[in-house]
């Protein structure tokens, strides 16, 4: 008996010190592919081929890396292909949107996945999502807004510029009149430029950094509120959504909708990746993001640098998972616009 049970003891020595030595070993050769749920040229493109330059020294093995744009819904078909189709051996990664995680869980037929079963690897950047006005309106603070209308350019039902005013008008009783059916952000910033809105709710602030400096430096914008896990160091005076909602209720809606902010710039891994090589692909994810040359490239390219490990995406896609059917059915008539 004795000898038996030092036998199996010793078996499992070896595997234990096999394992880490088999993982690390698994990448070289191999070519890895990150696909983008977007289109190219675009942020998360950017960021995906950040990835496919500098990763590769941080793993095993440095594989070669390449990056394939899937884009469609928003980066559903993306993900959807990641759940369903994709390699699960951690040759294939994906960048998409956060709001694919929302999808699922909001009971859109087309999101084919769950996604607590993907591998979250990290993200890039914890957003800060704001709701600001032109800096010539009435309105200065989050207070006015609930005093007086003001009238907020949106793209459509299921995006942030529609989402977050409707659950500032539900929860906080916010005034903002919401037009709908701008193509897009940038059509939204012109027409507050053009003074045809008064106001822009949905804007990340390292985007509105990004692509209008000189709005932030000069004070061409005002801030009312901030969709984020914590306030901006330069935006202390400026309340988070959550801090305006005076139920329990109402505080969950609002924690979900900021969960946003974290999940906006992710990297993950399709469902059934062995263990050892999530370990490894987490581990080269946080190198990479501490490296000198990558932060030098994600600055010259003007990509935020934040970075949220993939432990703590992982759970808060499993919390938000166990969000009472009532507060999801709420959350899904406020993301309907209706």
């Known amino acids: 008996m004795k000898a038996k049970t030092f036998l199996r003891a010793t078996i499992l020595a070896v595997i234990a010190l096999a394992s880490p030595s ?16 977007f289109t190219p040229g675009g942020t998360y493109d950017q960021m995906a081929r950040l990835y496919a330059r500098h990763m590769p020294r941080f793993l095993p093995g440095k594989p070669t890396i390449i990056v394939q744009n899937m884009p469609g819904a928003g980066s559903l078909v993306a993900t959807t292909h990641l759940a369903n189709n994709a390699a699960r051996d951690g040759t294939v990664l994906g960048v998409v ?3 694919t995680v929302w999808e699922s869980l909001l009971g859109n037929p087309q999101a084919r996945y769950d996604p607590k079963t993907f591998n979250w690897i990290g993200g890039k950047s914890r957003d800060n999502i704001t709701c600001l006005v032109w800096h010539t309106s009435p309105i200065r603070t989050i207070a006015d807004a609930m005093n007086s209308e003001v009238i907020v350019g949106a793209t459509g039902p299921g995006s942030r510029t529609m989402t977050f005013p409707k659950a500032l008008n539900d929860i906080a009783h916010t005034k903002f009149k919401i037009v709908s059916g701008y193509p897009g952000g940038n059509e939204i910033t012109m ?3 053009k003074g045809e809105v008064g106001g822009y709710c949905g804007w990340a602030l390292g985007s509105l950094k990004q692509r209008a400096p000189q709005w ?18 330069d935006l ?3 309340p988070l959504a959550v801090d305006l909602a005076k139920t329990q209720a109402d505080k969950d809606i609002m924690e979900f909708l900021t969960s946003d902010a974290v999940l906006a710039w992710t990297l993950l891994a399709p469902p059934g990746v062995p263990a050892e090589r999530v370990t490894l692909l987490r581990g080269a994810f946080e190198a990479m993001l501490r490296d000198s040359a990558a932060l030098a490239e994600a600055d010259r390219e003007k990509l935020e640098i934040d970075p949220v490990p993939g432990a703590e995406l992982q759970a808060l896609v499993e919390k938000l998972a166990r969000t009472p059917p009532a507060t999801l059915e709420a959350i899904k008539q406020i993301n309907s616009g209706k």
């Open 216 to 233: 932030y430096d000069e004070k061409k914008v005002r801030f009312l509120v901030q969709f984020a896990t914590a306030r901006d160091k």
């Open 191 to 193: 027409a507050l430029e």
């Open 22 to 37: 088999q993982a690390a070993d698994f990448y070289e050769g191999k070519v890895v592919t990150i696909v983008v749920g």
């Open 236 to 238: 202390q005076d400026v």
């Open 97 to 99: 949107g956060g709001g």
